[in-house]
């Protein structure tokens, strides 16, 4: 029995009939389709890589402990192997929204927390695979490990059967509790060998205290301050999910020629975007930010193959009323410039480490009601994965591109993923259904604010 982490478990919790907490990889590949037996022999030769495949949640009751990971007795390759097809001719708009739609639905709490659906029809001749995943196995770093795993690094790669496997013994609700107040008795020891551990290292323990505190003022001060916007709206069930294509050697051109990192540029065709959106609204934007809750990779470079969330966050202001996008780039690349001196980041990996300190029934609680309240400090989340900079095969067939898919909740109703893949970039816009009509806005001016500073450099 393995238990979940703080901030695994948290995506649990916060999870309800309208925050789905699902995150996903649509990946396309180049035909002809397989067949069933040849994607069900490529996954179950690869199942052993990765445990939380074939297991499930168990829940500690009363909420005495965190949840843990145990064997799933009944663990059925077919069930979470689907197969869907695309309606002739099989476009992009309709791949888009059949994603949207499998995305509104929550996974199976009683089964392993994964699903892979094989979608033929596509224009082209071409197929895909919707890797989807609860975010509570994996953050985005380890979810693109996830999809790595199960896909080939070789054209002709074959598959050995795989080594048997026998779930573990069945923990009973009594051995569930019992293990639950053992483990939350002897965490102090953790905190003891922590505060040993910084006593014995007093000058690196002091730096790493003022980077604390002095990121705990730069979070707090954007985390209190609220605006009013269009684009905090309780959400519904339903999901909309479109993308825009770009490529890594643009936007590097744009840093080479304009400054800032790939990075800031992403974010600044992105306020772009929302700069559109909002003025088709009819909203003012003379001197408008929109905030972004923006997630980062606090996973040790060298930790590859580790599933679970390794992510803090830091608090973007996307300067929508910048008209000119020359300007808007070197305002975004100072302000991440100064959220990084302010350690911000560290402040909230610290943040989320302190939180498992709490008894597990108040972070459960605190979390589902945080889940139904409404509020205005953050306007939409941006995330930024670096994909596998190699082709990697399905069955034979080369992926030829790949797409990210960000939950929403709350009241954020529209959230970003940036992915790349083999010298591609893709951003990938997830907005409510029924509140958010109109992303197609958003994603046409992402792609002029790609045009205009390519224009520029």
């Given at each position: 029995m393995e238990r979940l982490s703080t901030q695994d478990a948290s995506f649990l919790y916060v999870e309800n009939e309208f925050n789905h907490m699902s995150i996903a990889a649509l990946a396309i590949f180049e035909g002809p389709p397989p067949k069933q037996d040849e994607i069900e022999s490529m996954v179950s030769s690869k199942l052993h890589l990765v445990p939380r495949y074939r297991q499930r949640i168990r829940f500690i009751p009363l909420d005495l402990g965190r949840p843990i990971w145990c064997d799933d007795p009944h663990f059925s390759l077919h069930y979470h192997v689907r197969h869907s097809g695309l309606p002739a001719p099989g476009s992009a708009e309709q791949l888009q929204m059949m994603v949207g739609r499998v995305m509104s639905q929550q996974l199976d709490r009683t089964k392993p927390l994964w699903e892979l659906w094989v979608v033929e029809g596509l224009e082209d001749g071409?197929?895909?695979?919707?890797?989807?995943?609860?975010?509570?196995?994996?953050?985005?770093?380890?979810?693109?490990?996830?999809?790595?795993?199960?896909?080939?690094?070789?054209?002709?790669?074959?598959?050995?059967?795989?080594?048997?496997?026998?779930?573990?013994?069945?923990?009973?609700?009594?051995?569930?509790?019992?293990?639950?107040?053992?483990?939350?008795?002897?965490?102090?020891?953790?905190?003891?060998?922590?505060?040993?551990?910084?006593?014995?290292?007093?000058?690196?323990?002091?730096?790493?205290?003022?980077?604390?505190?002095?990121?705990?003022?730069?979070?707090?001060?954007?985390?209190?301050?609220?605006?009013?916007?269009?684009?905090?709206?309780?959400?519904?069930?339903?999901?909309?999910w479109r993308w825009v294509s770009s490529s890594l050697a643009d936007v590097k051109e744009i840093r080479n020629a304009l400054g800032g990192t790939v990075n800031d540029v992403v974010l600044a065709v992105i306020t772009r975007g929302f700069r559109s959106l909002l003025q088709s609204r009819g909203e003012p934007v003379d001197g408008l930010v929109v905030r972004s809750l923006v997630p980062v990779s606090v996973r040790p470079s060298d930790e590859h193959y580790v599933y679970n969330n390794r992510v803090s966050a830091m608090f973007a202001e996307l300067p929508v009323g910048i008209e000119d996008p020359v300007m808007c780039l070197h305002s975004i690349s100072q302000q991440m410039n100064e959220l990084k001196e302010h350690h911000q980041a560290m402040a909230g990996e610290t943040l989320v480490t302190l939180s498992g300190l709490a008894p597990p029934v108040l972070l459960a609680l605190g979390a589902r009601l945080f889940a139904g309240l409404e509020q205005h400090?953050?306007?939409?989340?941006?995330?930024?994965?670096?994909?596998?900079?190699?082709?990697?095969?399905?069955?034979?067939?080369?992926?030829?591109?790949?797409?990210?898919?960000?939950?929403?909740?709350?009241?954020?109703?529209?959230?970003?993923?940036?992915?790349?893949?083999?010298?591609?970039?893709?951003?990938?816009?997830?907005?409510?259904?029924?509140?958010?009509?109109?992303?197609?806005?958003?994603?046409?001016?992402?792609?002029?604010?790609?045009?205009?500073?390519?224009?520029?450099?």
């Open positions: 071409n197929w895909a695979i919707l890797m989807k995943v609860h975010h509570c196995v994996a953050d985005g770093v380890a979810a693109t490990d996830l999809l790595s795993a199960l896909l080939d690094e070789k054209r002709s790669q074959k598959h050995p059967p795989p080594p048997e496997w026998e779930p573990e013994k069945q923990p009973s609700p009594r051995q569930l509790v019992s293990k639950a107040v053992f483990d939350r008795l002897t965490s102090p020891r953790e905190g003891l060998e922590a505060l040993q551990s910084a006593l014995q290292a007093p000058r690196r323990t002091a730096r790493k205290a003022g980077d604390f505190f002095d990121g705990l003022g730069s979070y707090r001060r954007y985390a209190g301050h609220e605006s009013e916007s269009s684009l905090n709206v309780p959400i519904g069930p339903h999901r909309s400090a953050v306007q939409t989340i941006t995330t930024n994965v670096p994909g596998p900079k190699k082709a990697l095969y399905a069955a034979g067939r080369r992926m030829c591109s790949a797409y990210l898919y960000v939950p929403l909740a709350g009241s954020v109703q529209i959230g970003v993923a940036i992915f790349s893949y083999a010298g591609q970039l893709t951003l990938t816009v997830t907005g409510d259904y029924d509140h958010a009509p109109d992303t197609d806005v958003l994603c046409q001016g992402i792609e002029q604010g790609i045009a205009d500073l390519l224009a520029a450099g």
